[in-house]
């Protein structure tokens, strides 16, 4: 190093995914010149995954856009903020007053939760657009949890988390932790943590249409056919009642419904589900009375059940499994967390506790979940003329024309707009279609505290990540635009502007870091606004520049539930109604379908990192994995170029022939897709890829929740060159005798 030089630290939890590593970024003449796992978080304990680098990548990146910039017939055109936040206010309250409140839409993505000042913010701003036409990639994700939470606990965000590092026995479906770093489940190196739990003679089994990356640190791995785990659940718990070995243990005295499940299960033997499953009678069986015997024993589900045609029962029968062996709420368990700002006991206002059903999507009638309505519905309401038809979306932090399905469709429907505006930093394949984009700064721009992931960590943590460059040259974070255009909604006559602008300045001196501070104080561990506790403030968490550990999750039924019982409700009156569409099923399997289902890789992260060429050199990822037996009838070859096609799109792409998918299934990775024109993403643009929602349907849903069916949408494959190629293996071997 130069003899000037100056180097620093700087201590921060990374925002990209779930597991909230702690990273350590040594700057050098502040520049970044190294990002590491940070060995003293108490949390991740040095853990980190690849993608960290693209902390850095996207700070640097040329593509990234700083200023509000207009869309006209010559291209993009630079605008000031304050004529941006004008003429958006300007739009949205015309379309409002043409045709109704509704007509203005809104669909928030994924980076949402991984930004303090969004999730603080933005309910403000969406609550004062008074529509119904709310949207989020919550319902092509984790709705089925929520809905579950509410139904069984009482509040959405009450959500069992397994717990990893005292559990013996360990039960996985549709989860790829090894790659996602794990969902739902916040606990940094997920592998490391699989591992250990059998290196302390416990078990973990694996159920995945896919031979995955988890699959090779597990015990065993079981192929099961995509959207069937529904029978799978019903049976283990068919065997657990058979066999009796239910045993609600100190759950008994607060847990009501338990002969309705007991009844509901019996018509589910292993014999009966095998067929549809693909999964051996005798290995239910086995893996039933292993799960309700072990000692302390968790189910799990995630991306694989969640979104499919069963994903609520399908929770919720993941909860019930829990609770019937007494695994609920106990060590080794699933447990709640009890977090520092605790989302369970906020205002209304900033995280309800949930709702269901209130109102229902104009088209086709799907129901509200806690304000919001189904993504699947976008596309349809802003394209069906009628009272309330959408004619202006706001789209914040995400990308739905890749991340919903028949992205094609809403590529239409955004064309279609009479104005939208875009909270993005990107013009990517969602963004290009608004008027006007207004990009918020970046995550080492701003300070962050994860009032989300907290709420899902496998111990009680926190930490303050502090901002690492100061924004220069005018910019805003995502909380200003909000706070900005939430104002200008609100200031409607003389008296409601004078209102909103004492409102915001108001909310503007308490920031996210004031509110997080307040939540902080009157948490768990806080002053409770008593002057003389030296209880958890902002301040000191500040201090704890790794952050603070409140140690492994304990037990907290009955007192944390929120049902108006205080009972546990086992079988909740919706998801009992929905087994009806679950016995149909079971009627009406079909041989020889090619059923296909997503897939992600390390180096990705849903639709929005691959501008990072760091992690996107090399090999294409997005290929379709397929089974030598489908190729062979296919007369297709590994490498070879196939189109795949379903009720609503086709994709042409190449094929990697492979075991380690099963028979009857094809996998291609979302996030995709970077072809379409008019894109400002020259790195994404050059490694482009095709998009799976272009072939997933949005007719295909979970019908309680409205979530999207991503696993298991019929295709065909079929070759559209005959590019003679070479497996990786006789590539190998030829090599190899060179
Ligand atoms: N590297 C990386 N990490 C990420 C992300 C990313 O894009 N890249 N995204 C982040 C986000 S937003 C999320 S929500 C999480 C998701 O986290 P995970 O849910 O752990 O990740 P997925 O890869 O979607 O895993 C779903 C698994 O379900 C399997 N599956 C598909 N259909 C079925 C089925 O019908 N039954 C069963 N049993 N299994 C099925 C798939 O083969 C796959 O292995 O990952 C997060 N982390
Ligand atoms: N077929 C299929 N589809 C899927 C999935 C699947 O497994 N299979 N997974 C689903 C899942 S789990 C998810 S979470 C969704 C994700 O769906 P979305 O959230 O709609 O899409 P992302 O790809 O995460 O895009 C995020 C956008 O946010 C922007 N962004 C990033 N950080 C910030 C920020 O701090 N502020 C603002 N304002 N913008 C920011 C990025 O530039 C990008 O445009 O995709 C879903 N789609
Ligand atoms: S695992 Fe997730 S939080 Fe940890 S470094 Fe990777 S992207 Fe960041
Ligand atoms: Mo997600």
């Given at each position: 190093m130069e003899k000037n030089s100056k180097e620093h630290k700087h201590y921060r939890t990374c925002?990209?995914?779930?597991?909230?590593c702690g990273v350590e970024i040594t700057l050098t003449d502040n520049k970044i010149t190294s990002i590491r796992g940070?060995?003293?978080?108490?949390?991740?304990?040095g853990h980190i995954c690849p993608k960290a680098v693209a902390l850095q990548d996207l700070y640097n990146?040329?593509?990234?856009?700083k200023h509000p910039v207009r869309r006209t017939q010559n291209g993009w055109q630079r605008i000031g903020w304050d004529e941006a936040f004008d003429e958006v206010a300007k739009h949205l309250k015309s379309v409002q007053s043409h045709?109704?409140?509704?007509a203005v839409g809104v669909y928030i993505g994924n980076p949402t939760v991984h930004n303090y000042g969004s999730m603080l913010f933005g309910p403000l701003f969406f609550a004062s657009?008074?529509?119904?036409n709310r949207f989020s990639s919550t319902s092509v994700d984790q709705l089925t949890h929520h809905l579950v939470g509410y139904f069984m606990?009482?509040?959405?965000?009450?959500l069992p988390v397994p717990d990893l590092e005292r559990t013996e026995f360990m039960l996985i479906l549709g989860a790829n932790p090894a790659v996602s770093n794990g969902s739902m489940l916040t606990a940094p190196d997920m592998a490391g943590k699989l591992k250990a739990i059998r290196g302390r003679g416990g078990r973990v089994i694996l159920i995945d249409p896919r031979r995955t990356e988890t699959a090779r640190v597990v015990d065993e791995h079981i192929f099961i056919r995509p959207g069937t785990d529904v029978f799978l659940l019903l049976a283990f718990l068919h065997v657990i009642f058979a066999e009796n070995l239910a045993n609600l243990d100190r759950l008994a005295s607060f847990t009501d419904g338990l002969n309705t499940i007991k009844q509901l299960v019996k018509d589910f033997s292993p014999e009966k589900v095998t067929s549809i499953t693909g999964v051996a009678a005798t290995k239910i069986e086995e893996l039933a009375k292993a799960f309700a015997q072990a000692k302390a024993a968790v189910c799990y589900g995630r991306m694989g059940v969640s979104t499919q045609e069963f994903g609520a029962v399908c929770q919720w029968l993941i909860n019930v499994l829990n609770i019937v062996t007494g695994n609920l709420d106990r060590v080794g368990g699933a447990l709640f967390t009890l977090p520092a700002f605790d989302p369970v006991d906020a205002p209304e206002f900033l995280a309800p506790k949930g709702s269901y059903g209130r109102f229902y999507s104009r088209v086709r009638k799907l129901p509200e979940f806690a304000g919001e309505l189904p993504s699947v519905a976008m596309a349809e309401e802003i394209l069906t003329p009628g009272k309330?038809?959408?004619?202006a979306l706001v789209t914040s932090a995400g990308n739905p024309v890749l991340s919903t399905p028949n992205g094609q469709q809403l590529d239409k429907a955004f064309a279609s707009l009479e104005f939208m505006v875009s909270i993005d930093f990107y013009i990517n394949e969602t963004t290009r279609h608004a008027n006007i984009i207004l990009p918020p700064t970046s995550s080492l721009e701003h300070d962050n505290y994860d009032v989300g992931f907290n709420l899902l960590a496998i111990k009680n943590v926190a930490k303050y990540s502090p901002t690492l460059f100061e924004p220069t040259d005018d910019r805003r974070h995502d909380w200003q635009i909000f706070l900005e255009l939430q104002t200008r909604m609100e200031s409607k006559g003389l008296l409601s502007k004078t209102v909103a602008s004492i409102k915001k300045e108001v909310m503007n001196r308490l920031g996210p870091a004031g509110m997080l501070d307040l939540g902080l104080r009157v948490g768990?561990?806080?002053?409770?606004?008593?002057?003389?506790s030296n209880g958890l403030t902002l301040h000191k968490l500040k201090e704890s520049t790794h952050g603070i550990s409140f140690g492994h999750l304990e037990p907290s039924l009955p007192k944390r539930l929120r049902t108006a019982s205080k009972?546990?409700?086992?079988?909740?009156e919706v998801l009992v109604q929905d087994l009806a569409r679950v016995k149909e099923k079971l009627l009406s399997k079909k041989d020889d379908e090619l059923l296909l289902i997503g897939r992600r890789h390390l180096?990705?992260?849903?639709?929005?990192?691959?501008?990072s060429l760091r992690l996107v050199k090399?090999?294409?990822?997005c290929v379709l994995l397929i089974n030598p037996v489908d190729a062979l009838k296919r007369q297709v070859v590994d490498g070879q170029t196939v189109a795949v096609s379903s009720r609503v799109g086709r994709i042409e792409l190449s094929i990697e022939i492979s075991d380690e998918i099963m028979p009857g299934v094809v996998s291609i990775p979302h996030g995709?897709?970077?072809?379409?024109?008019?894109?400002?993403?020259s790195v994404a643009q050059e490694h482009a890829g095709v998009s799976l929602n272009d072939l997933t349907?949005?007719?295909?849903?979970?019908?309680?929740?409205?979530?999207?069916?991503?696993?298991g949408v019929l295709v065909e494959v079929k070759a559209v060159s005959h590019k003679v190629s070479y497996s990786r293996d006789l590539v190998e071997s030829l090599k190899a005798s060179d």
């Open positions: 925002n990209l995914c779930e597991a909230m940070d060995k003293d978080d108490p949390f991740s304990q990146d040329k593509d990234r856009l045709y109704g409140n509704s657009l008074h529509t119904r606990f009482g509040h959405q965000f009450l309330n038809q959408i004619k768990p561990y806080g002053t409770k606004l008593n002057p003389l009972c546990i409700k086992l079988a909740p180096s990705s992260n849903n639709s929005w990192l691959h501008n090399g090999r294409s990822k995709w897709g970077h072809n379409r024109p008019n894109l400002q993403l349907d949005e007719l295909a849903i979970d019908a309680v929740s409205g979530s999207a069916a991503f696993s």
